[in-house]
């Protein structure tokens, strides 16, 4: 019997290592990578529907994907830590994203044919360098799979309202805006929403995904309030 092609599910995160990330948020964020990374090999080897695939986006001064490259297989995944340092240039980072949610015909990572929406996480702790970022956000609103992305921000430590409004017109109004009001805190956020929405989104490829969204959100509300006891 052939085996049944899988399809892929893209997990992008854009992480901030300006130089404010420095240190301990920084350590939370490659740890929650490595974890991830762990986690989602483990789901994808019990799930019959999907395989994953990781984009990191990082950014500070200049925005790179890691390794360089717009995507891997999870199982083949491997980075060395992320430092800090420099700028919070978000507007690199959101042109970087615009070149992956297209079609791989077009250049992207995006299925041509079919599809799973992506899930998409930022996280970033101080004010954008460019600020306001409107044609960057009219550039992304153009593309249809970033319309239909499961979207997340996580403000780490953050009281700036600037912030929080780019951070809320990134997810739009089916997305959530997370506040990490301590850096200890960061590494279990992380793995709440990326592998709390992964588990959620792989299942049930039948479900409408308006429906699904509003299911994942509430998933991922709940295990936010638990966080302190959170263990996966």
Request: overall charge neutral.
């Amino acid at each position: 019997m052939d085996k049944i092609a899988k399809q892929k599910l893209n997990v992008i995160m854009l992480i901030d290592k300006s130089k404010s990330m420095q240190g301990k948020r920084i350590e939370q964020v490659n740890q929650a990578l490595k974890d991830v990374k762990k986690q989602l090999i483990q789901m994808q080897d019990e799930n019959t529907n999907v395989d994953f695939a990781l984009t990191i986006i990082s950014f500070s001064t200049e925005a790179e994907f890691l390794n360089n490259e717009k995507t891997k297989d999870v199982t083949e995944f491997d980075f060395a830590d992320i430092k800090g340092g420099g700028w919070s240039n978000l507007h690199l980072a959101y042109q970087k994203l615009a070149e992956v949610l297209k079609k791989q015909s077009q250049g992207g990572i995006m299925a041509d044919f079919g599809g799973i929406a992506p899930i998409i996480l930022l996280m970033t702790d101080g004010h954008p360098t460019k600020y306001p970022l409107k044609q960057e956000m009219e550039l992304l609103n153009g593309l249809p799979w970033f319309k239909v992305a499961l979207r997340y921000g996580v403000a780490i430590e953050l009281k700036d309202e600037k912030t929080l409004r780019v951070l809320q017109d990134f997810v739009g109004n089916e997305g959530d805006v997370i506040e990490c009001l301590d850096a200890n805190t960061l590494k279990k956020i992380i793995k709440i929403v990326v592998l709390t929405a992964s588990k959620v989104q792989s299942q049930s490829t039948g479900v409408k995904q308006q429906s699904k969204k509003q299911q994942i959100r509430q998933h991922v509300q709940q295990c936010l309030q638990e966080v302190d006891d959170w263990e996966w």
